[in-house]
């Protein structure tokens, strides 16, 4: 699977969209993005994945650039229990499903 | 539905102890995942089952550590004996369609 890359941390004021990117540059056609989340003490939790398209969910919107190398998260309207470790994961649909997460984006929503 | 149910939630052990944790999958899914987390390493994973049956265990530390998944609605993950360097969080997660959904985890202390 390719790898990801995210910054290690970032900021964001309650009831802003947080726009959280990842490169993913050695991405393969037939791999798809994936985000999860974790809430601090808690297991990861799945948010959105998109493969060519942008998708949206009651949770998020997922951006992909048209050449597919780097991706955006989008929160529309952070909250405070938006804070977490965000990891953005590049999964091949030949792999039965397994991911790889990495170090993430820790996201800390401010009042 | 009551999700992905973990136990014990936390157990401390000595070193040289043998320690079991168990997971109960939601119902109906097809894929379980062991996954261990540490500050140092992340998020690892250590084994998965489809249909009860083990597909990829090369995540798995040392010998030490086995799983066995009896039926589809029960799994253990066995540490035998245990080491300071086996503690950790463990988590289990169950599959549907695109998504995998994690249990609470079990906060494992190897004194």
């Known amino acids: 699977d390719a790898k990801t890359t995210q910054p290690p941390s970032m900021d964001c004021a309650e009831g802003r969209a947080a726009n959280l990117p990842c490169n993913h540059s050695?991405?393969?056609?037939?791999?798809?993005v994936y985000w999860y989340r974790q809430i601090h003490s808690q297991g990861p939790q799945y948010i959105i994945h998109?493969?060519?398209n942008n998708e949206t969910n009651e949770m998020a919107s997922l951006i992909i650039t048209e050449d597919r190398k780097s991706s955006t998260l989008i929160l529309p309207h952070a909250t405070l229990r938006d804070t977490a470790v965000y990891y953005c994961i590049v999964r091949s649909s030949n792999n039965d499903y397994k991911l790889s997460f990495g170090a993430g984006t820790t996201v800390t929503v401010r009042a | 539905d009551a999700g992905v149910i973990q136990s014990p939630r936390h157990e401390v052990t000595e070193m040289g102890q043998e320690v079991t944790l168990r997971c109960k999958p939601i119902s109906g899914h097809d894929y379980l995942f062991w996954y261990r987390q540490t500050m140092m390493r992340g998020l690892e994973l250590l084994i998965y089952f489809n249909n009860n049956v083990p597909i990829d265990d090369s995540g798995m530390p040392e010998d030490r550590f086995s799983a066995k998944m009896p039926n589809a609605s029960f799994s253990t993950l066995k540490i035998q004996p245990s080491e300071p360097r086996d503690s950790a969080v463990y988590f289990c997660?169950?599959?549907?369609?695109?998504?995998?959904?994690f249990g609470p985890g079990t906060r494992l202390t190897v004194l």
């Open positions: 997660a169950s599959r549907i369609h695109n998504e995998q959904f």
């Open positions: 998109g493969l060519k």
């Open positions: 050695t991405i393969s056609g037939n791999e798809y």
